[in-house]
């Protein structure tokens, strides 16, 4: 079987490392499996999860041009629909504390309204929220940088601090 991205293929491992594996694909080529591509769950000790030798399915994920090849064997296995739909079912969305709440609205946006949090409709662009939001952080923490200098340099002497 070719090598090409997208590809699920047999290999064996021929070392690990604590930061992944290498398996050996045939045709004396050799690809590296990221720890984090593994396995769904966390793996404090990959020694405990693979041995040199052992059989494994990957999935070609990306070949560099100097040859350097990028598997996953957790991508290789093939997940039944139900496991993603009822994931899918339990996720969490973000809902913000009670937005009725005065303390809300002046503690965390500063007398804004919440309006980064209602939907927007798809034709907004988010690079706009996102540009108008960067801006108003900026002003606020320009602002704070300001008071802070303000109220320090009194304290250690600096130009038109306090003179006894």
Known sequence: MSIEVGNVIPGKVTGITNFGVFVDLGDRKTGLVHISEVSDSFIQDIKEVLKVGDEVKVKVMTIADDGKISLSIRRAVD???????????????????????????K???????AAPY???????????????????FLKDSEDRLTSLKRNTEGKRGGRGGRRS
Do not use: C, I, V, Y
């Open 118 to 136: 209602e939907k927007k409709s798809p034709s907004q662009s988010k690079a706009t929220d996102f540009d108008s939001l960067m801006s108003s």
């Open 79 to 105: 997940k039944p629909k139900e496991d993603s739909e009822d994931k899918s079912k339990n996720k969490k969305t973000f809902t913000p504390r009670n937005q009725d709440s005065q303390d809300f609205k």
């Open 107 to 113: 503690n965390r946006f500063a007398g804004k309204s």
